[in-house]
């Protein structure tokens, strides 16, 4: 992983520094780079069951017409994207594979990093997605040098901006999506009583000129089924009673809102 701290250098199946610290490379191709003091719990990120259900709605399709939107405007960026990327909390890789598709296509040698604070995620990516390089870190601490970096995508996830700015060369690109104010409402209708609208944010990022911001919104129409690996994949469900989910799997249709906000940001 060139991105890499420059101390840290391929070891066959380890990364190792002049230091002789070494960081394994694990069967499935991901590195760990989270140091135990910076895990708040034994296993961080987003648990198993959340981690199923989003794969199983992702790879149905719902939300292709986002996904291809994030790289439409990926494509469109003048000058070209950049050899390097990064996207934090990737999850299992459904967002990093197409970017790496996508960059691929405008430049053969680009590279494309894949990094999530969960194991699990980042184990079943890197099995399914042997062109991105992953690792398990934190989006606090960015385990990548100065200005290495053509561009972040950072799709829901937290963020610490000054991070983002020591990482991204002066020039380089940030991509950002934020739930819109009526995202998943009719799902929300199911679990509270009253029903507040999502916040806009992201009004300015600290060392960053906006370039482009727009929105996207389009209905879902699901099973009942799909209804719930909606819900299980996102923070609803922690608030969600059993008979909410009985209820939702019962459903003959569920028809559903989407609405994101992408955004892009220059590295000033």
């Given at each position: 992983m060139s991105a890499l701290p420059p101390a840290l250098a391929l070891h066959s199946t380890c990364y190792r520094c002049a230091g002789q610290h070494s960081f394994d490379l694990?069967?499935?191709?991901?590195?760990?780079?989270?140091?135990?003091?910076?895990?708040?719990?034994?296993?961080?990120?987003?648990?198993?069951?959340?981690?199923?259900?989003?794969?199983?709605?992702l790879d149905a399709g719902h939300y292709q017409p986002q996904r291809d939107s994030i790289m439409a405007s990926i494509a469109a960026l003048t000058p070209e994207p950049g050899l390097r990327w990064l996207d934090i909390g990737c999850g299992e890789g459904y967002y990093t594979a197409a970017l790496a598709k996508e960059l691929s296509c405008h430049q053969p040698q680009a590279e494309v990093y894949g990094m999530d604070i969960a194991k699990n995620a980042v184990r079943s990516a890197a099995k399914r997605y042997r062109q991105v390089r992953f690792c398990v870190a934190s989006s606090q601490r960015l385990p990548f040098v100065d200005a290495s970096l053509d561009g972040i995508m950072r799709i829901y996830a937290p963020s610490n901006p000054a991070e983002l700015r020591r990482t991204l060369r002066p020039g380089g690109v940030l991509l950002t999506v934020t739930p819109g104010p009526r995202h998943l409402y009719q799902l929300k209708a199911l679990i509270y009583r009253d029903v507040q609208l999502h916040e806009p944010k992201e009004d300015a990022v600290a060392g960053f000129a906006p370039l482009q911001d727009h929105s996207l919104c389009y209905p879902l129409r699901l099973t009942g089924e799909e209804g719930v690996a909606l819900l299980r994949?996102?923070?609803?469900?922690?608030?969600?009673?059993?008979?909410?989910?009985?209820?939702?799997?019962?459903?003959?249709?569920?028809?559903?809102?989407?609405?994101?906000?992408?955004?892009?940001?220059?590295?000033?």
């Open positions: 694990a069967k499935e191709g991901y590195v760990n780079l989270l140091p135990v003091q910076f895990k708040h719990s034994k296993d961080p990120g987003d648990a198993p069951m959340m981690m199923a259900a989003r794969r199983a709605f994949m996102t923070p609803f469900a922690w608030r969600a009673t059993p008979q909410v989910l009985e209820r939702l799997a019962a459903m003959a249709q569920f028809d559903c809102e989407t609405d994101f906000t992408v955004r892009l940001w220059r590295r000033a």
